[in-house]
């Protein structure tokens, strides 16, 4: 009989093994799974991953993220769902069903999936998923673009001055491969967490990870394109969600992988890719 439960602290590196060697093309070494399943938010008893276990034998794991989120209405709780693998000789017993109804089980916890493949997605839907976002907006800097406004490359360094949430989020991901800036624009600082990565040929994307300030970004995200892109070969990425309105961008782009969520006490606009798998191994997503 297979077993579905949380996995034990003390099977970490046994899970971690089991992802490696069940995803050989992974970007990543036996030390990304590791600090996948390390719990860096997690609170005492919160699951790192969900494991179906034949005796001693790993048959599937699922591994978790969870955090512990800072927001107007008090301290929430998320769970982001990241590699996901059942043996093949366990497939078709409701093995992974079982799986995933025991990292949904909290209803209070809102779930994120960024990285489903299309095989998955189905599943991940039945199950109360949903899809986050469709739709992108692009900025390069403009041709006539004026001064560029005064940008903090370490916000940390404010001290004070940074809204306590922004303090809580820039703290917890001190150290990833992140690119943190808070911007000075005429209405106060809007701190921004952007993921730098080429996924193009041709220019380099500016991705907005985080946004402190979704009313100034929207307000000013002309101007804040102006002020942290080069002068050419880049793009400034804001998924839509993050606009809290209209806004004037240089094109819109589908986002051809869905984002998933199952809401709970956030909405939409506050889902950010903090706290998961994009940022603690340094994902690229299309």
């Known amino acids: 009989m297979v077993d579905v439960v949380s996995a034990h602290p003390d099977q970490r590196d046994d899970v971690a093994r089991f992802m490696q060697t069940v995803f050989p093309r992974a970007?990543?070494?036996l030390a990304g799974w590791q600090a996948l399943l390390a719990g860096r938010w997690n609170r005492p008893g919160d699951p790192y991953a969900i494991v179906a276990m034949d005796g001693d034998r790993i048959a599937g794991a699922l591994a978790m993220i969870m955090?512990?989120?800072?927001?107007?209405?008090?301290?929430h709780r998320t769970a982001n769902l990241s590699s996901w693998y059942v043996l093949a000789d366990y497939r078709g017993q409701r093995v992974g069903q079982r799986m995933l109804a025991l990292a949904l089980s909290d209803p209070s916890v809102t779930i994120t999936d960024f990285t489903a493949s299309k095989m998955v997605i189905p599943g991940v839907q039945r199950a109360g998923l949903r899809v986050l976002d469709?739709?992108?907006c692009l900025w390069h800097r403009s041709a006539d673009a004026g001064a560029?406004?005064?940008?903090?490359?370490?916000?940390?360094a404010l001290g004070e001055a940074l809204a306590a949430a922004d303090r809580r989020v820039l703290e917890d991901h001190e150290g990833l491969s992140l690119t943190p800036l808070a911007i000075e624009t005429p209405d106060g600082l809007c701190v921004l967490i952007l993921s730098v990565q080429r996924k193009g040929p041709d220019y380099l994307t500016y991705e907005v990870l985080y946004a402190g300030d979704r009313v100034l970004l929207t307000r000013y995200a002309r101007a804040i394109a102006d002020s942290i892109l080069p002068d050419d070969g880049a793009v400034f990425s804001v998924d839509r969600r993050f606009l809290t309105g209209p806004v004037a961008c240089d094109r819109e782009q589908e986002i051809p992988v869905p984002r998933l969520y199952r809401p709970a006490q956030l909405e939409p606009g506050e889902i950010d890719k903090l706290y998961s798998e994009v940022v603690l191994l340094n994902m690229k997503l299309d």
């Open 27 to 29: 970007k990543w070494p």
């Open 148 to 156: 560029r406004w005064p940008i903090h490359r370490d916000p940390l």
């Open 134 to 136: 469709q739709e992108r």
């Open 67 to 75: 955090a512990e989120r800072m927001t107007d209405r008090g301290p």
